[in-house]
């Protein structure tokens, strides 16, 4: 029995010699990341951090938003899909990874990610103005008109919505377009 006691004894110790240093190393990143400044390293520390405590796959959205505040959009787009095949991708993180994909130029992923939002309390709006630029600069205009409309209702005094709702009017021709 004494024997069995050491041997277990010794698996523990050498089980926490191998996994505290990393555990450590994690929390030492996520610390830097909260103190920082630089949106690059913070960036960096969040994946790091990620990495490191694996449980904590939602700090790859947040490396993702500072490399898009830092105009890495690549960067952003790797890391914001990383969370989202880790299942951490929240609804403002697709919002902000459809943005990415359209400044990098992959509209129909920015389309189809947009699309996915337009039931979502917090990204319906974004995902909506999205959606109808993108369908105003193609010119499909009956494309963008349930979006405009589901906009207009749930966000009557949008600023966007509006104009974009006037200028469909005014290309319809429709009298009220006019009015104030």
Known sequence: MT??????????????????PPLFSGYRHLARANAGVDDMQISA????????????????????????HGQDIPRAVRLFEQAARKGALTSSGQLLLGDA????????????IWKGLLDSNWARGGASQGLVE??????QYDE??????????????????NFYQGVLLLTEGAPEALQP
């Open 134 to 139: 993108v369908y105003f600069k193609r010119a």
């Open 45 to 68: 520390d969040y994946e790091m951090a990620a990495r490191l405590l694996f449980w904590r796959a939602d700090l790859y959205e947040w490396a993702g938003e500072r490399a898009l």
């Open 3 to 20: 024997k069995f006691i050491r041997t277990l004894s010794i698996i523990v110790l050498l089980s926490l010699l191998i996994a505290l």
């Open 144 to 161: 963008a008109q349930p979006i405009l409309a589901k906009w207009l209702q749930y966000d009557p005094e949008n600023p966007e919505a």
């Open 101 to 112: 994909y359209y400044d990098l130029g992959q509209t129909e992923k920015a389309v189809n």
